[in-house]
């Protein structure tokens, strides 16, 4: 049970008093009405002793009677018998006693902890208190015990009566007429005999003092000093201390009604069926204010007005709408109690405090307890004489005790419902009475005694009303003995308990014997047994006293030394409840909160909407607008387990109520908790929606709110920005740039500002989640904003009320749908209807178009909400007005968290988090914006296609645009052509149909197909912008409002197959300069398939002439080319055969002169997976002087082999050639920089080799041949039936002679796995490049291929041979020939036993740079035969290098002689 005020023993003590009844007269009502009180209200405060009396028991041994209080109460009289039950007045002031008593806001609430629960709740409940004390003061009084019974009467008469002594003895005679006439069951008398004290009251304002003291003395001759007192009252003058403060200890008393009010008893008894029962009374005082009192009679509710067991009924809490429950309009006023205005005892000084408190202990002291003393040796006496027993009843105790037993417990069929009754004078009334009276005045051994002798002498009469009454007090006076002699005989109350329930049918005895025994057993520790007592007593008969009951069984719960959290939560659940049926919402509302601390968030999600359900009603009907709507709130946002109907009914209900509350608000929107925002995934979108394609036009593609964000995708296009932005600024990057983000997310660098333009729409994703399973309909949805102008213009001062600084909001406008937006600052676009399914996920786009710069904040949405119910259909006009009844207007935030920090110690440390700013754009001043269109654009191309395709540009802004760029990850996929070799622009797309992409003249007549037709000198510097970066050529560089320009755009499809995708990025800025925007790009992907086309391998090696007879006519040693093409296309594409329609060479030093093709044919074609082989010959380029500015030029020489001869020089072939040059030149610098860095950081310290590097660089510049070829195709092509013709280009780098090279990229070799070294070692040795040293020295062998010698004649054929050495390098190269034989396989024995070299075998010779030798050397064979004379070995070494450096040289083809015999 919850902590009290009492401790138990002075509860069960003040539950047990001496009864004192008074009779006053009229005179003496008058005189202390005057302190706004009646006689017994004026004596109340002054009830309880403060020192001890004491009294002889039968032994004449003095026993103490300690703070004893007495009650004293008017006396009223009731001719009615007595029920077994409260009647409905007293069950009406029971309710309003504790609907009164409500726990106060400002105190502070206890705290336990136990595991993982911290349970705030109070610790005490002074309104069970309340509900206990004036239960106990409201039992009626019983026959079967004397307790509640009066012992003794006062007769107050005034001193201002004009013959005292006659009014004394009307008095005295109308209480013994109450008594003795048998017309009255109430009051009931202790004992025939009772006693009478006479008290004169005297006014001192008024009465004659002398008067009152000698009709004073008068009295005490008449009825004895004892029995008389005079009470001076009323001394205090207003005149004289007006300002003197009085206690007034009368007002704790009077707010508590006195149900022993004769006239509220006089006025409810004849209208009130006292058979009621309480739940029909306690219904009827839901609330006291609801009664009304006409004529007498009180009318109530007919109906409960809380039905929580049926949450989806169609009443709902529509029904609670017009119940009015404020509990402050019907507190009872103390003042209105006792009927008047003004203080109480207001007439009174302290002295006359003082004079009260001295009549009572003198009443108490000499009348009350002597005349208690007196009746309990009487009744002592009276029973020894009648049991014929010995003198005393203490001598007797041990002989009663010892006889026969009568099991306490053996109630199981009794006689009649309550067994016997006895007649007043019956022994074992005398036992009970003597025992009663001792109890009285705290002789508990004594009354044990007589209540145990009572209680077996009513067990064994089957008087079961009497046996229990005994059997309660027998326990409770063992409890009270000091020094607890015997244990606390539970089991006697649980009897008791069971009897005055199950047998009597008397609940009233039945739960004060319970509430006597829950507060002893709590005393003693014993709460289990405690909560089970407590919960035994809850009956459908009292709503109120079952809910009081479970509240301190879950109070007994929870104060155990463990507590028990769920049951204490359960049982208050329980208690709330019927609270609720008891119409006490107040602490209904209580017991449900402080349970909810135990079901919160622990999965209890059925029990949690229970009970937030019933907070919100409970909260809705006591007018407490706020926590109706968080308890509504939680059942909607938290994850229900319920069905559909039943959320459905809570979303109803939700609805209503804040349409109730927020009926009449007009200020401020309201906080919508469904759906549910996921703030974090809002996305800010600025600028227009992309414009769609018209006919054959392709719109760029941009970014759109249907793209999902790719990370890489993001920082590819901030790369491509910033080397436009580098472009444009001189190759810096300024310090303050930042990327264009046209899309904001939650994955976007959101720290700053984004910038918004103005008169271009912001568009704001919001993603909903219906989290219920039932249908949601929004309506009205829009988006508020709040606004600040950067200043207005001169002309819109005067009329402009908001000043510029002024912030402007749309939250009132959207008050009410319909109203005037302020279209002048932002046009807020609003969606009409939103529905949302059961669960559904979905997003609104929301948009802005703002008018003005400024700042702008997005900070939420509003909307109207309203449920959909599964069966709906389109309502009518009666029906839609009971829709819009359920739609209530309100809004919610966005309050987007920006990303954690993690910078600093303190960010780490602490959880931070930084700003996101996507909500909050700056409007900028107009900006140019531009769209893009693309023209015949194909999809799929073979690889090195060229396809000529258009794009158009147009300026839809109101503003000038210039600087138009484009940047891509795929520079060599297109080109605009350069300015100096591009033809002319054709009028429109239409002419140029089925026309070549390339610049083609006609062959001249009489050339020879396969030879050189022209040359031609080009500078890179003529195809410009080579880089990533490319400048957009429009004519003026600019492009007006509304103007469009269309350009030609070249294509070649990637070399690689596959689907590739390829990033345009366009870069545009505003002729106007200093503005926020510095610039704005475009973006466009396409993706590209690619098909096979051709594979091209070329190689290049040296020719074997001599240099002396490989002179040709243009007096330059020659290179051979081979070229292998190869028809790779598997014919998905349609492609029927492909042409090598040219073959064209473009270089600094060498250049393709001849096709030496045996065939000669004209042309070559190749169908699928056929394959050719094309020889040229290459010659190095005339020297040119250098020119002043040192420009790179690269020669063009084009090998036509069919009937026209194509420009390789010009667009968009050259463009090209030199865009896929610089994308494998970068490519080639990425991997030597890549394995430099690897090199550098495995090698160490170790010093530069500046020898090695100079042997590598001159070895590889002996051998660097820096050819590049281009083939060009055509490739025929079936299609719908029609034969297209497309065209092409491949290139190969022929970068060395005697290295393959290919038009296909191969993969890239995977980087060998390099250890980390930790240990310095020697340096490793020099590793030559033996590949390029292996080709510095030439060499030739001239012979008669037929020798004819008559071996018969001479064993020996001696042949002359000339060896030629040729030094290819710059440098001067020692030379060591050795031609002796090391081949040791079987079969080249053979052949060199029949020939060898006769004379020097080996020498050693010194070559200047590009020297030619010619040795004479000599050749034996012993038989004829075919030799291979290329047996001899070259070896060769830079000059002044050592031995390591000697490299073995690349030997010619075999060179075959024919040994003939004759």
């Known amino acids: 049970m919850a902590q009290c005020v009492q401790s138990v023993l002075e509860f069960v003590q003040d539950s047990f008093v001496p009864m004192v009844s008074v009779l006053c007269s009229e005179e003496a009502e008058r005189v202390t009405r005057k302190n706004n009180l009646n006689f017994v209200e004026l004596l109340r405060p002054f009830c309880r002793l403060t020192s001890d009396g004491h009294i002889r028991d039968p032994n004449n041994q003095v026993q103490a009677v300690k703070n004893l209080r007495i009650c004293v109460n008017n006396v009223v009289t009731s001719p009615s018998t007595m029920s077994a039950s409260l009647s409905p007045a007293q069950r009406r002031l029971l309710n309003e006693v504790v609907l009164s008593c409500q726990p106060q806001d400002n105190t502070v609430a206890n705290m336990i902890t136990a595991g993982d629960y911290d349970l705030h709740f109070s610790a005490t409940t002074p309104w069970f208190e309340a509900y206990r004390e004036n239960f106990l003061q409201s039992m009626p009084a019983s026959d079967h015990e004397f307790l509640n019974h009066y012992l003794a009467c006062m007769l107050v008469v005034s001193s201002t009566e004009a013959v005292p002594v006659e009014q004394f003895l009307k008095l005295s005679q109308e209480q013994h007429r109450i008594q003795h006439s048998g017309e009255y069951t109430t009051p009931k008398w202790f004992i025939p005999n009772t006693l009478k004290y006479y008290v004169l009251l005297h006014d001192m304002t008024e009465g004659d003092e002398q008067r009152a003291d000698t009709v004073y003395e008068d009295m005490k001759q008449r009825y004895g000093p004892q029995g008389c007192y005079l ?43 006292s058979s009621a029962v309480e739940n029909d009374v306690s219904a009827a005082e839901v609330d006291h204010h609801h009664l009304t009192k006409k004529d007498g009679v009180f009318n109530s509710l007919e109906n409960h007005p809380l039905q929580l067991d049926s949450v989806s009924s169609s009443g709902s809490l529509h029904t609670l709408s017009a119940v009015n429950t404020d509990p402050k309009k019907g507190a009872r006023d103390p003042e209105n109690v006792v009927g008047g205005a003004g ?80 007649p007043p004078e019956a022994p074992e009334l005398q036992i009970r009475k003597m025992a009663d009276l001792c109890f009285l005045v705290q002789h508990y051994e004594l009354a044990y005694s007589c209540y145990h002798t009572a209680k077996k002498d009513f067990l064994s009469d089957q008087a079961m009303l009497y046996a229990a009454g005994a059997l309660e007090m027998a326990a409770v006076s063992a409890f009270l003995q000091a020094g607890a002699p015997r244990p606390y005989p539970a089991h006697y109350m649980d009897t008791a308990i069971q009897t005055y329930r199950d047998v009597c049918k008397n609940m009233v005895l039945a739960e004060r014997c319970a509430l006597l025994s829950a507060e002893i057993l709590k005393s003693q520790g014993k709460y289990s047994e405690a909560a089970t007592l407590l919960i035994k007593m809850t009956s459908e008969d009292s709503d109120l006293r079952s809910a ?61 909407d229970h009970i937030n359900f019933t907070i919100g009603r409970q909260s809705f009907t006591l007018h407490q607008s706020e926590n109706a709507v968080t308890a509504f709130r939680q059942i909607l946002t938290n994850d229900s387990k319920q069905t559909a109907t039943q959320q459905g009914a809570f979303l109803r209900e939700y609805l209503y109520v804040y349409k109730s509350v927020m009926g009449g608000n007009e200020v401020s929107l309201p906080q919508l908790p469904l759906p549910c925002i996921h703030s974090s995934a809002t996305r800010v979108y600025f600028g227009h929606e992309r414009c769609l394609a018209e006919g054959e036009k392709q719109a760029a593609t941009h970014v759109s709110l249907d793209q999902e964000y790719d990370l890489d995708l993001a920082a590819m296009w901030s790369n491509l920005e910033e080397q436009l932005v580098a472009a444009v600024n001189r190759g810096v990057v300024p310090g303050n740039f930042q990327p264009t983000q046209c899309c904001l997310n939650s994955q976007t660098d959101n720290l700053h500002h984004p910038l918004a333009v103005v008169e271009e729409p912001i568009i704001v994703e919001v993603t909903f989640s219906n989290p219920l399973k039932v249908s949601l309909a929004l309506s009205n949805l829009s988006l508020l904003w709040r606004f600040t102008a950067d200043g207005v213009s001169p002309s819109q001062e005067k009329t402009t009320e908001e000043s510029s600084e002024e912030t402007i909001t749309n939250e009132k406008d ?27 996920t979905k997003v609104a786009r929301l948009r802005l178009l703002p008018h003005r710069t400024g700042q702008l904040n997005i900070v939420g949405v509003v909307y109207n909400l309203a449920s959909v119910s599964s069966g709906e259909t389109t309502p009518s006009t009666e029906g839609q007005q009971t829709l819009d009844l359920m739609v209530v207007r309100g809004k919610q935030d966005l309050k987007i968290q920006g990303p954690r920090l993690n910078q600093t110690k303190e960010d780490k440390t602490l959880v931070r988090h930084g700003p996101d700013r996507r909500l909050d754009p700056i409007i900028t001043p107009p900006m140019p914006l531009m769209e893009v269109f693309f023209l015949q654009f194909p999809t799929a191309l073979l690889c090195g296609e060229i396809r000529k395709a258009y794009v158009e540009f147009c300026n839809v802004s109101g503003v000038q645009l210039c600087g ?26 239409t002419s140029s149909e089925n026309c070549s992409a390339y610049k083609t003249l006609a062959t001249p007549p009489g050339a020879q197909p396969g030879s050189v037709v022209s040359e031609m000198l080009v500078s890179a510097e003529d195809f410009t912008q080579l880089s990533g970066v490319m400048e957009i050529p429009i004519d003026g560089s600019t492009l007006q409002p509304g103007q469009s320009t269309q350009l030609p755009l070249w294509l070649r499809g990637p070399d690689q197959e596959g689907v590739h995708e390829i990033n345009f990025l366009f870069y545009y800025e505003s002729s106007e300069k200093g503005i926020k925007i510095s610039h704005r790009v475009l973006r466009h992907t396409v993706f590209i398939c690619a098909s096979r086309s051709l594979s091209v391998q070329a190689s290049a090696c040296r020719s074997s002439v001599s240099p002396h007879h490989g002179l040709d006519d243009k007096g330059s040693s020659g290179t051979l080319v081979f070229i292998d093409v190869e028809n790779i296309n598997t014919s998905e594409a349609g492609v029927r055969e492909f042409h090598i329609v040219q073959v064209s060479s473009s270089s600094q030093n060498w250049r393709l002169y001849k096709c030496i093709n045996p065939g000669k044919d004209k042309d070559c074609k190749l169908t699928s997976r056929e394959r050719a082989k094309l020889c040229f010959k290459a010659t190095r380029c005339k020297p040119r002087q250098a020119t002043s500015d040192a420009v790179k030029k690269y020669t063009f020489a084009d090998l036509n082999l069919g009937n026209e001869r194509i420009i390789s020089s010009a667009t968009p072939c050259g463009d ?65 039936n029609k034969q297209l013709i497309l065209e092409g280009q491949l290139h190969v780098a022929l970068q060395t002679i005697g290295k393959e090279a290919s038009s296909l990229n191969s993969k890239e070799e995977a980087q060998e796995m390099v250890l980390f070294k930790f240990k310095s070692e020697l340096p490793p040795p020099v590793v030559l490049p033996s590949a390029e040293l292996s080709q510095i020295i030439k ?26 050495l040729s030094n290819c390098s710059l440098a001067q190269v020692d030379v060591v020939i050795d031609l002796r034989h090391k081949s040791t396989s079987p079969e080249s024995l053979d ?48 000059a002044e290098q050592d031995s390591m450096c000697e490299t073995s040289q690349q030997t010619a083809s075999p060179a075959l002689i024919i040994i003939n015999n004759v």
């Open 343 to 422: 203080s109480h005892g207001a007439c009174l000084t302290l002295n006359d405090h003082d004079h009260i408190r001295q009549f009572i202990q003198e009443f108490t002291f000499r009348g009350l307890l002597p005349h208690i003393e007196k009746n309990i040796r009487q009744l002592n006496d009276q029973l020894v004489s009648r049991k014929g027993l010995s003198r005393s009843l203490f001598t007797a105790t041990k002989k009663w005790f010892g006889g026969g037993k009568v099991p306490e417990k053996s109630i199981s069929e009794p006689k009649s419902t309550c067994g016997l009754l006895y």
């Open 231 to 273: 009470l001076k009252m009323n001394s205090r003058t207003f005149s004289a201390e007006e300002d003197e403060q009085i206690p007034d200890p009368w007002s704790q008393y009077l707010h508590k009604n006195n149900l022993h009010n004769q006239d509220m008893l006089d006025d409810l008894a004849p209208n009130l069926n």
């Open 548 to 608: 009081l009951l479970l509240e301190q069984a879950a109070h007994c719960f929870i104060n155990m030394r463990n507590p028990m959290l769920r049951k204490f939560a359960f049982h208050m659940i329980l208690a709330g409840h019927r609270f609720s049926k008891a119409g006490q919402k107040k602490h209904a509302l209580r017991c449900y909160c402080q349970a909810m601390q135990v079901y919160k968030g622990r999965g209890w999600s059925l029990a949690e």
């Open 1216 to 1280: 090209f050639f030199f865009r896929c040059c610089r994308s494998s030149e970068f490519q080639q610098v990425d991997v030597a920089s890549a394995r430099t860095s690897s090199s550098s950081k495995t090698q160490g310290s170790v010093p530069p080799m500046n020898r090695t590097t100079d042997i590598t660089n001159m070895a590889k510049k002996c051998n660097e041949l820096d050819l590049n070829i281009i083939i060009i195709w055509k490739a025929y092509v079936i299609e719908d």
């Open 1391 to 1438: 052949v060199h036993s029949s020939f060898t070299w006769v004379g020097q075998t080996q020498y050693k010779l010194q070559l200047k740079p590009q020297e030619v030798l010619c040795l004479t050397l000599r050749a034996c064979f012993l038989q004829a035969g075919v030799y291979n004379l290329n047996t001899p070995r070259v070896f060769a070494k830079p």
């Open 1339 to 1364: 060499s030739n062998l001239h012979y008669p291929e037929t020798y004819t010698h008559p071996f018969l004649q001479n064993s020996l054929c001696v042949v002359p041979v000339t060896l030629t």
């Open 814 to 840: 959207t008050l009410a749908p319909g109203m005037t937006q302020k279209d002048d600052f932002v046009t807020t676009e609003i969606i009409l209807e939103f529905h949302m399914g059961p669960e559904e």
């Open 964 to 989: 138009l760029r484009v940047a891509s990850t795929h520079p060599d996929f297109f080109t605009f052509g350069s300015r100096a070799t591009t033809p002319l622009t054709p009028l429109s797309p």
